[in-house]
């Protein structure tokens, strides 16, 4: 059976024996759960939380910068110290407890088994375990902000994190946890795409987020467990007083910045993969074209990968490297940007001549593709190296990587939860307040973010609670920008939550996709396929099926000679 | 009685037996043990990538600052550490052993293997207990910690090893990874860029006027109570895994077609021992 005939079939006949959502009922039976799609459910709602708590830290630093003295903190050491705690947990939250372990958590679970045809991802058991070291380690981190929120930034460098008299010790032994739980989803995606492909499912058959996740599962396994052990180095460091990091002892400072770039310059690869995963599969069905160049975007995510291990030093440009590194990882960073390049001209090719749709996650692939631009350009500029002794720690480059891990990963997150959504709960949202949401995300963020470059070419440092006046221009245009997009989120979880309620039925297949995570009802069964699918043809194909007003959806119209069987009939 | 064990064990079909340890989500049990390896693997790399920064740091600071390696490290003994990786290394033995008799249904075997793998973790952490131990004892200790009772006298050490050392400890701190060149080497201390001739005209080549110890002996002590401890905390989870098995074998749960636990901690227990085939030379037999 393909995918297209299964989707007719449930599409026309309402599915036997419920979904995965009323499937087992009871607080425990979603507590302990084993399905995927619960498990995934669950960390996107635990995410969204968590990205909700760091965006109101956000407003709290946008409306601090207001005015040059700063509008909540400001006049006494303590006050800025507070301003520097706000900062911190901003960065925190949102690198180590959304950006990095949500993406995979909550869209790749439960997409990833049904585009392979799989019933589960491979270790039901350690997905479920993972959930829980993520839940421990944001509690962990919520217990060190009660008792002495961190103010060290979120990057704890040495010796400023042996000194600080906040609960770093807390903090960090909570983001060891956070990256153990983020190496066992990607073993398990890992294993998964080699061991449950469905019949027929060749690696190249595979849809472009399974390659993604692939490739953000390889970094997460390669590059996580050194940022444990540099982790386990720093708690040594507080609570033994090793001395490997601090200076005082014979320690040198700078080692702890190499180990900790080399897990966390990859960690960007692992926020931004799966966000260009989500881009390729909403822009080929958006523009009813298969994709362009699949095996060059294959291939270019497969190389971010390996090139992401390699450019770690660029961070370091002002802190003591050799002019020798200085220039090999600066070629090595100029080099990540032709993969990108070659993953944005592919899509740009896919929408030629497509009958482009656009709805609401098209717009959001359509915003990513300019702000992603923006965010990879400016990066170039800071990777090179005369640029970078000047723009280092300004605003430029935070507005870079806020138009990388905003403009990117959080765009074609929530692009990927608007075209994932119907089938997540079975209901349609409001298309039209959809795509005024997208807009104003556009507009907010541009706002928020670009006039930082400018005081960050003009010297603006970053991580400061006040400014000389002569900014102030800018910041205000910033902050504005900022309640642009709260507003907008906040009409997002608004029509979202009344999808739940009151949203229309959503049919099997509403957008018209030729992967296999739309070949069953939505919302899916336990099982994920009444029928174990087998595969004949590569992921997209838009040719054998059409648009049915009845069902609002798409149905399978004229199969292809070869993929003829059971269905056909209907 | 566990002759008999094994006879009801091979009696017992083994299509069934594999049947009964099938999870809901794969279609075969050789996918599913297949599996099971690939990420058994997966994460035993993770383990070593864990262990690469510490070795990382090992090879940074020995790298910048050899004497200190040189000299702190004649204060761990080698024929304790050999027994170490002696005890260790049998165990890698038995638990091959364990493994093997797993995969044939001898319980018995397999009982007796896992004691003995379990009887070598102990050892093994025996024998390093005692070691971390005598080290607390004499304050060889990490950071502001080491402040050693007995301090290894230079002359001690050029009479351990007359050749190996060349000037005197001081000396080489201050000449650094240049000064470890010198002392090393068969060449004319002259022809070896400007720390040369400083070393030969230097009048504390001779023996007798070696006088300290060189800076910051501290960290290898740092590092090496790292490595070791985190591989003991290895350990003492292999021995936990390993008292899992043994409740598993006592109750009879594996196989021909259902060993792969046995099989999985087995791996886990040879990376132990890797792991410690590694630190044992680099922490012990620096000369």
Not at chain 2, 75 to 85: I, K, Q, R
Not at chain 2, 248 to 264: E, Q, S, T
Request: aromatic letters at 14%; charged letters at 10%; hydrophobic letters at 50%.
């Amino acid at each position: 059976m393909t995918t297209a005939e299964i989707s007719e079939h449930i599409g026309e006949h309402a599915p036997i024996g419920g979904n995965y959502l009323n499937q087992g009922k009871g607080i425990k039976s979603w507590l302990f759960t084993l399905d995927h799609k619960r498990i995934g459910l669950m960390y996107l709602i635990s995410g969204l939380t968590m990205f909700f708590i760091g965006g109101m830290l956000a407003m709290v630093i946008r409306t601090q910068l207001l005015v040059p003295n700063g509008l909540i903190f400001h006049g006494s050491y303590e006050a800025y110290k507070h301003y520097n705690q706000v900062f911190t947990l901003h960065g925190i939250i949102m690198v180590f407890m959304v950006l990095v372990p949500i993406p995979p958590g909550a869209l790749g679970n439960f997409v990833l088994p049904l585009m392979l045809g799989a019933k589960d991802v491979a270790f039901p058991r350690l997905n479920l375990l993972s959930y829980y070291l993520y839940i421990t380690g944001a509690i962990m981190a919520v217990v060190s902000t009660l008792l002495g929120a961190v103010d060290t930034g979120w990057t704890f460098y040495t010796p400023f994190s042996i000194q600080t008299e906040t609960y770093v010790v807390w903090m960090v032994l909570g983001i060891f946890l956070l990256g153990f739980s983020s190496i066992l989803t990607g073993l398990n995606f890992i294993v998964t795409i080699h061991k449950l492909r469905a019949p027929g499912m060749k690696w190249f058959r595979m849809p472009m987020f399974v390659w993604a996740s692939y490739a953000t599962s390889i970094i997460q396994v390669a590059a996580t467990p050194v940022l444990g052990v540099t982790l386990l180095l720093l708690v040594a460091e507080r609570v033994m007083g090793v001395g490997i990091f601090n200076s005082a002892l014979g320690g040198d400072p700078v080692l702890f910045q190499d180990f900790f770039w080399f897990y966390s310059h990859p960690a960007v690869y692992i926020m931004i993969l799966p966000a260009m995963g989500i881009v390729g599969e909403i822009i080929t069905v958006f523009s009813r074209k298969p994709i362009f160049g699949y095996k060059f975007i294959v291939m270019s995510s497969l190389a971010i990968a390996l090139i992401g291990f390699v450019v770690w030093g660029h961070h370091l440009f002002v802190n003591g490297q050799s002019a020798e590194w200085d220039a090999i990882f600066s070629f090595m960073t100029f080099f990540v940007a032709v993969p990108s390049a070659v993953k944005v001209f592919n899509w740009l090719a896919t929408m030629y001549k497509g009958a482009i749709s656009l709805s609401t996650p098209m717009l959001y692939a359509l915003s990513f593709i300019v702000l992603f631009t923006i965010g990879g350009f400016t990066g170039v500029i800071l990777g090179a190296l005369a640029t970078n002794v000047v723009l280092h720690d300004t605003y430029f480059v935070v507005a870079h990587f806020h138009y990388v891990m905003m403009g990117g990963t959080i765009i074609a997150f929530i692009g990927g939860l608007h075209y994932w959504w119907p089938k997540m709960f079975g209901k349609m949202y409001n298309e039209t307040l959809g795509r005024i949401t997208c807009v104003m995300l556009f507009i907010g963020i541009n706002l928020t973010f670009f006039p930082q470059f400018i005081v960050g070419a003009e010297g603006m440092p970053r991580r400061y609670a006040t400014y000389l006046p002569q900014y102030q221009l800018y910041m205000i245009a910033s902050t504005v920008g900022a309640y642009i997009q709260l507003a907008a989120f906040l009409l997002m979880a608004g029509y979202l939550i009344h999808s739940l309620v009151r949203g229309k039925k959503a049919p099997a297949n509403p957008w018209g996709a030729s992967t296999l995570d739309w070949s069953m009802a939505s919302p899916p069964t336990t099982g994920n396929f009444q029928e174990m699918p087998v595969v004949t043809q590569g992921p997209y194909h838009y040719d054998d099926m059409e648009y049915d007003g009845r069902l609002g959806g798409f149905v399978h119209v004229d199969p292809v000679p070869a993929l003829a069987g059971a269905g056909v009939e209907h | 009685m566990s002759e008999n064990a094994s006879a009801t064990l091979t009696l017992s079909s083994p299509e069934e037996m594999a049947g009964r340890h099938l999870a809901h989500h794969f279609d075969t049990p050789q996918q599913q043990f297949d599996s099971g390896k690939l990420g058994m693997w997966l994460f035993l790399g993770t383990e070593f990538l864990l262990f690469s920064g510490l070795f990382c740091a090992y090879a940074v600071y020995r790298m910048l600052h050899p004497q200190i390696f040189i000299y702190a490290s004649r204060y761990l003994d080698p024929v304790s550490g050999a027994f170490c990786t002696l005890v260790l290394v049998t165990s890698g033995f038995t638990m091959a052993w364990a493994i093997r008799c797993a995969q044939l249904g001898k319980r018995t075997g397999l009982i007796i293997a896992l004691l003995l793998t379990i009887a070598g973790g102990f050892g093994f952490l025996a024998i390093h207990g005692y070691e971390y131990f005598e080290e607390y004892q004499q304050h060889l200790m990490w950071g502001t910690n080491y402040h050693p009772a007995v301090d290894l006298s230079p002359t001690q050490t050029v009479v351990a090893k007359p050749k190996a050392v060349g000037g005197s400890w001081s000396q080489l701190d201050a000449l650094g990874h240049q000064g470890y060149l010198v002392a090393h080497s068969n060449i004319a201390p002259a022809a070896i860029g400007p720390a040369g001739p400083a070393l030969a005209q230097s009048p504390a080549v001779s023996v007798a006027a070696v006088a300290s110890q060189p800076n910051n002996v501290q960290i290898f002590f740092g590092i090496y109570f790292l490595m070791t401890g985190l591989h003991s905390i290895h350990v003492i989870v292999g021995i936990i895994l390993l008292t899992y098995l043994l409740v598993r074998a006592i109750r009879n749960d594996f196989g021909p077609c259902y060993y792969a636990p046995v099989d999985f901690i087995g791996l886990y227990w040879g990376v132990v021992d890797m792991i410690w085939m590694f630190l044992f030379p680099l922490l012990y037999l620096i000369r």
